[in-house]
């Protein structure tokens, strides 16, 4: 139940909704960072649909010499309309120099 000041009985803050596809796509790149340890590259879709979010992370799984043979992953992150993480898993993976993942 809420307080007159809009906060949640027991000290929490009343959830509020994710709106921005930017701060929807920061956040999946967060999740998928502390989910598999890699660094995103890029994100590299974004929708937004009755629920929440879905968002491509572009990250590289596998440093090679050259550069052009890394390999890259997209990780497919679903969000709550509130930004909390439901899904995240990851694609098909590919080598840099590929024209990226095969469907």
């Given at each position: 139940?809420?307080?007159?000041?809009?906060?949640?009985?027991h000290?929490?803050?009343?959830?509020?909704r994710?709106?921005?596809g930017?701060?929807?796509?920061?956040?999946?790149?967060?999740?998928v960072?502390?989910?598999t340890?890699?660094?995103p590259?890029?994100?590299?879709?974004?929708?937004?649909?009755?629920?929440?979010?879905?968002?491509?992370v572009?990250?590289?799984?596998?440093?090679?010499v050259?550069e052009?043979?890394?390999?890259?992953?997209?990780?497919?992150v679903?969000?709550?309309?509130h930004?909390?993480?439901?899904?995240?898993?990851?694609?098909?993976?590919y080598?840099r120099?590929s024209?990226?993942?095969?469907?």
């Amino acid at each position: 139940m809420a307080n007159d000041e809009g906060r949640v009985a027991h000290g929490r803050a009343p959830r509020r909704r994710l709106d921005g596809g930017m701060l929807a796509a920061r956040r999946a790149a967060r999740q998928v960072l502390e989910l598999t340890g890699h660094e995103p590259e890029n994100v590299v879709s974004i929708a937004r649909d009755s629920d929440g979010w879905q968002v491509g992370v572009e990250v590289l799984e596998l440093h090679r010499v050259p550069e052009t043979t890394d390999v890259l992953a997209v990780y497919e992150v679903t969000l709550d309309g509130h930004g909390e993480l439901i899904r995240c898993q990851r694609g098909q993976r590919y080598i840099r120099a590929s024209a990226g993942p095969q469907e």
